[in-house]
């Protein structure tokens, strides 16, 4: 297969790390006969610096015109520290997801085993949760009408769903949930919201079509304390967006850490794959960001085309750098091992043949790991 992917570093870590997931996906492409040829392009507080545009339209063009695209992360002090800025990175994201057409967020939740521990969740609280969060992307009160009175003392934000936006992220979770455990949660605020309520009626409509699928409702709140509580009761969350915001970046704590999880964009024609953390600006240049989430959306590019046993190599690959702890920093506070080190391990293990083996002792105290 041949795949043209636009490459959106962005800002603070998301150089370094989407670096990593491109490797990783060059050592599938060496093993399995693909050619992924990669365009990388600006976007962000980056892009805003050399152009004024945290979405240029050159980079528009490039992410309209090629299979898929891999991004960063975006963000910067400068921005985040001013709330008067007319012109923001983030401004740039919501555009892509518009212009794309990016209509559902796809978050998978699934603890390592071996990293139980390192969750500030009990081990018996999280052990054996696995769900996936859907997260409609492109209506709700981040696109909604936006005012502020000429004093600046009163704004506010237009919360706004039609029944065609509820409706086509609620098939791709119920589909979805009938790959896994059938059943769908779906989280709103129906006891006070309106757009709730319209959620909760397009939603039973949708479920018909499932019969084999178990549909229940949490308000947000009480869903925001059970995934804490008892995630494990979990198979598909589905909600809109701000909810689904909030509330997959509090489930990755079930993982231990924000720079495990991936999530994958998609729309009618056009995906997208990233690693949910932010650009991390602290640690830019410092190789010590965590590359594995990145690398994990690599994977599931992988699996949106169908390259089904080429993913799971990546996950193994994965699973192996987690198991030998060649990890970055948050998830071991002694580690020898950098964001560039993490990647080439996990590359080397894809590229890896059978009368390769691993030298664990070499390993654990930071040398050449393949023999």
């Known amino acids: 297969m041949n795949l043209k992917i636009a490459v959106l570093p962005g800002d603070g870590i998301g150089p370094e790390v989407t670096l990593q997931a491109k490797k990783a996906l060059h050592a599938i492409g060496v093993v399995y006969d693909h050619e992924f040829v990669f365009e990388d392009a600006l976007m962000g507080a980056v892009a805003i610096d050399k152009t004024g545009n945290p979405l240029p339209e050159q980079t ?39 212009e794309l057409g990016l209509f559902a967020n796809i978050r998978p939740i699934k603890p390592y085993n071996s990293l139980l521990d390192s969750s500030p969740l009990k081990r018996e609280i999280i052990e054996g949760a696995d769900f996936t969060i859907f997260r409609e992307l492109t209506g709700g009160v981040y696109f909604g009408e936006k005012k502020l009175n000429d004093a600046g003392t009163i704004a506010s934000d237009l919360c706004e769903y039609s029944e065609e936006e509820i409706t086509r992220i609620t098939h791709l979770a119920f589909k979805a949930a009938q790959n896994r455990r059938k059943k769908v949660t779906m989280v709103d605020k129906a006891n006070v919201l309106e757009t709730s309520r319209l959620w909760r009626k397009v939603v039973k409509k ?43 970046d509090e489930a990755s ?17 056009n995906a997208l794959f990233e690693p949910i953390h932010g650009s991390y600006p602290q640690a830019k240049g410092k190789n010590i960001a965590n590359p594995i989430a990145s690398i ?14 080429e993913a799971k190599k990546v996950y193994e690959a994965v699973e192996k750098a987690i198991e030998y702890n060649v990890v970055t920093i948050d998830l071991k506070a002694d580690s020898k091992f950098g964001t560039n080190e993490v990647g080439d391990f996990i590359s080397n293990v894809i590229l890896s043949k059978d009368d390769l083996y691993f030298k664990s002792d070499n390993v654990q105290i930071g040398q050449s790991t393949i023999v």
């Not at 963000?75 to 740039?92: I, L, M, T, W």
């Not at 949490?218 to 701000?242: R, S, Y």
């Not at 704590?253 to 495990?260: A, E, K, N, Q, R």
């Open 253 to 269: 704590v079930i993982t231990g850490s924000i720079g495990l999880l991936a999530s994958a964009s998609l729309g009618n024609k």
């Open 60 to 98: 528009l063009n490039l992410c309209l015109n090629t299979d898929a695209v891999l991004f960063g992360a975006i963000g910067d002090p400068k921005y985040d520290n001013n709330p008067s800025a007319k012109v923001r990175p983030e401004q740039g994201l919501l555009k892509l997801r518009k």
């Open 206 to 248: 949708v479920s018909e079509n499932y019969p084999d699928v178990l549909l229940d409702f949490l308000f947000v709140d009480n869903a925001a304390m059970q995934i804490i509580l008892n995630p494990k009761q979990f198979d598909v969350i589905l909600t809109e967006n701000l909810f689904g915001d909030i509330l997959s």
């Open 296 to 309: 994990l959306s690599a994977a599931m590019l992988l699996e949106h085309f169908g390259l089904h046993k």
